[in-house]
């Protein structure tokens, strides 16, 4: 009798435990979904919805292999960032820009990369998922948005992967004395504009290559990285140390009328000293060396391959900054140390220097090191384009057979696959100069919308089932354009704009106040940025109208960024977070829109045509196949609420 009771009983507890599971489940589908759910599904409910991330399994439940750890995280940074660039940018600024102040334009251009690398950091940190800017919109904007970022971020990884090859044969060239561009150009001749004037089977061999690599197993591919990385660093700490025996610090306060005049009729020497072409050519250069920092938010596409994502992912790319700045601070100053600014050779300044000092032998060690630096920023480019396009087919957003995942490998092979395939045809076919410049609209893009998420998040309305000490939150499907709530009045929306009633914890109401002023900011950034960039001479003649729209717009962003301030945020967590919220990303996305609209137009109508796929993509497909997903949810939510009352009475 006894035993009988006690299976009893424990059957009873399995029973309960099961019921209190469903009834939990239920109740979180409800308590947030009620409305959303039970209405019938909309176009611009799918626009708007975000992503559903589940605080069980964030870090555990995932197809790919988690083998990456914090030194190949920051490997996989460095070496995306320090390609070619260090080893030309230096001399390029210095020569034309920023004369030796190019040293200050690093360090502004580090500090405006750095904001957006806290922003990456907390993130990856919160989200550890694979997709980086593209699953980051997705959570806290929604479908559209995310999409936008997400075909950005292929055509960056895209455009850089192929310019980095083109790179590596240009390079490779130059030390065998263009065989390779001969032997190209009889072999396959192309005479069309926009195209190249051969196809480089070099670059397009090299690409196919890279890509099988990366299909086929990450580790093997990371420690090949950290090999090339590694070498790389050494190298540049080779010519750090050998330019400062070197050093010659007359070089940075130089009298213009001390110099040859044959070099001051061929060459603009500015006014000598440290900032011969003024603070403003500083700012100038900063804006350029700005782009020398782009590559470090590959780490955050191995949200799903790393071991402890919430700690290494953070960390990898705090440090990966760092050395990138160190590195170019140190390269730049012997740069110019050794060589007086207006001497330095555009293409490589580097070999030039060590010639001129007489260091011939050292040409050499510079002439490997690019081409080091260059294999490892072409993994760096190529690894996270498959990430990014299997983050976007699990959503449904692109073709399953990009999101197929390897059982034996554990890596996105079909996406691996097409895009070495779709790089290596632009590699080999285009000549991408004039391409080149797309890279900058999809970074700076992504930086924007990662800083822009990163202030709905700490302000937006979290659930009661949130856990905050493990620093997740169980989002939901709805969007804060339709999300549910108390009925909004003007009385109600003025007295939470200032927050009369002190409330301390986000509501509906505040998330959308949030979100609208977030939009008035970049709104007013981006009318701040076209007064700087098309009205500068209106300022410097001391114009009217130039002197009142100005402060008048920058008097109302401080508002804006004022009023943010006031709302509600979320509580504190354990996990990385970005400090001075909403500061530091306003003043990110101040940046990026500016330096975008430093760009020519012809690149914004390229990345028009480029988002015109994009978006044929996405209503002819991605858009029906998300509203089907919606209706089978709410299908599934109706049938979950019928049995509701019969769970609830066992």
Request: overall charge positive; glycine content about 8%; hydrophobic content about 50%.
């Amino acid at each position: 009798m006894f035993m009988i009771i006690l299976f009893l009983s424990a059957r009873s507890r399995r029973h309960q435990t099961l019921l209190s599971h469903i009834k939990t489940q239920l109740w979180l589908t409800s308590n947030n979904n009620n409305s959303s759910m039970t209405a019938q599904p909309t176009y611009w409910k799918v626009l708007t919805r975000r992503k559903v991330l589940p605080n069980d399994g964030i870090e555990g439940d995932t197809k790919l292999n988690r083998v990456l750890g914090l030194f190949d995280l920051t490997a996989l940074g460095v070496g995306s960032t320090l390609g070619a660039g260090v080893y030309v940018l230096a001399g390029q600024i210095a020569r034309d820009q920023a004369g030796p102040s190019v040293i200050l334009s690093f360090a502004i251009a580090a500090l405006a990369s750095l904001l957006a690398g806290v922003c990456y950091a907390e993130f990856g940190a919160r989200v550890p998922k694979a997709g980086s800017a593209y699953v980051y919109s997705y959570v806290c904007i929604g479908e559209f948005a995310a999409f936008v970022i997400g075909w950005n971020l292929m055509l960056e990884y895209i455009i850089g992967t192929a310019s980095v090859c083109r790179g590596i044969s240009l390079y490779l060239d130059t030390l065998i004395n263009d065989t390779l561009k001969h032997t190209f150009a009889e072999i396959a001749p192309m005479n069309v504009s926009f195209l190249g004037s051969y196809f480089d089977f070099f670059a397009f061999g090299l690409v196919i290559v890279f890509g099988v690599a990366l299909a086929f197993g990450v580790e093997t591919s990371a420690l090949a990285n950290n090999f090339c990385t590694s070498l790389n660093i050494f190298i540049l700490s080779f010519v750090i140390i050998a330019g400062a025996i070197k050093a010659n610090f007359s070089n940075w306060s130089i009298d213009p009328h001390t110099v040859n005049t044959t070099i001051t009729s061929v060459n603009d020497i500015g006014a000598g000293g440290f900032f011969p072409f003024g603070f403003a050519g500083t700012l100038k250069g900063a804006a350029t060396c700005f782009f020398g920092f782009v590559g470090f938010d590959c780490i955050a596409t191995t949200g799903e391959e790393v071991r402890n994502p919430r700690r290494n992912i953070p960390r990898s790319i705090l440090l990966s900054l760092l050395i990138i700045f160190l590195c170019y601070f140190g390269v730049s100053t012997v740069l110019t140390l050794m060589v007086p600014y207006y001497e330095q050779d555009p293409n490589a300044p580097l070999p030039f220097a060590f010639k001129q000092v007489g260091w011939t032998f050292a040409m050499w060690v510079v002439a490997i090191g690019g081409l080091v630096g260059l294999l490892a920023s072409l993994f760096g480019a190529l690894f996270p384009l498959p990430r990014v396009m299997y983050s976007m087919a699990e959503d449904g957003l692109l073709f399953p057979f990009l999101g197929k995942i390897s059982p034996r490998f554990r890596v996105p092979v079909g996406g691996s696959i097409f895009a070495a395939l779709f790089t290596s045809l632009m590699a080999g076919l285009f000549d991408l100069q004039q391409l080149v410049s797309l890279l900058s609209i999809g970074t700076l893009l992504a930086y924007s919308v990662v800083a822009i998420s990163i202030a709905i998040l700490r302000y937006m309305e979290s659930t009661e089932g949130s856990d905050c000490e493990s620093g997740t939150q169980p989002l939901t499907e709805n969007s804060m354009l339709t999300s549910s709530g108390t009925r909004i009045t003007v009385k109600a929306v003025l007295f939470q704009l200032f927050n009369i009633k002190r409330i301390d914890t986000p509501t509906s109401l505040s998330t959308r106040i949030v979100g609208t002023l977030i939009v008035v900011f970049c709104l007013l950034s981006l009318g701040i940025g076209v007064i700087l960039n098309e009205a500068y001479d209106a300022l410097l003649q001391n114009q009217l109208w130039a002197l009142i729209l100005l402060p008048i717009l920058i008097l109302l962003s401080l508002l804006v960024l004022v009023a943010i301030c006031m709302q509600p945020r979320e509580p504190i967590i354990k996990t990385f977070r970005v400090p001075l919220v909403p500061l530091l990303p306003a003043v990110s996305v101040f940046i990026n829109i500016y330096l975008m609209l430093q760009l020519d137009a012809m690149t914004w109508v390229r990345f028009g045509v480029w988002m015109a796929i994009g978006l044929s993509i996405y209503f002819f497909y991605g858009l029906p196949n998300s509203l089907r997903q919606l209706k089978r949810q709410r299908n599934g939510w109706q049938k979950m609420k019928k049995n509701n009352t019969f769970y609830q009475s066992i």
